[in-house]
């Protein structure tokens, strides 16, 4: 097992992914461009957060991190858009968006966690 798999909020967008991917495949309405950006994006979330965990220094874990938070946001704003067109209804909408913020601040809390600590080069 890698040490990423062990992580809850790992499972957390594992799990959201599933759902996101499902959602959009039973979709016919969602327009191409947002459904592809928009699973590029949740995708991106779950390998930043491996790649990061598999980083040898702090700074570069912090980054991989950034990163992820960066791609939920972009997720985030896509369901707003796919809402605003009316491709995404009010309880859907709700749902991904309040899985999305647990991500995000899940992911807060890891780079916090990795901010209080001394970055120890490894040769």
């Known amino acids: 097992m890698f040490d990423f798999e062990r992580l809850e909020v790992y499972q957390v967008i594992r799990?959201?992914?599933h759902i996101v991917f499902s959602f959009l495949y039973k979709q016919s309405d969602i327009d191409a461009d947002i459904k592809d950006k928009w699973?590029?994006?949740?995708m991106n979330i779950m390998l930043n957060l491996a790649e990061g965990t598999g980083r040898m220094t702090i700074n570069?874990?912090?980054?991989?991190?950034?990163?992820?938070?960066?791609?939920?946001?972009i997720s985030v704003a896509l369901l707003h858009i796919a809402k605003d067109?009316?491709?995404?209804?009010?309880?859907?909408f709700n749902s991904l968006f309040d899985k999305y913020e647990q991500v995000s601040k899940m992911l807060?809390?890891?780079?916090?966690?990795y901010a209080n600590q001394k970055d120890i080069e490894r040769s």
């Open 39 to 42: 699973k590029q994006a949740s």
């Open 85 to 92: 067109l009316g491709q995404v209804g009010e309880d859907d």
């Open 15 to 17: 799990e959201l992914n």
């Open 60 to 73: 570069d874990k912090k980054q991989f991190i950034t990163q992820a938070r960066g791609s939920v946001n």
């Open 108 to 113: 807060l809390g890891m780079f916090r966690s």
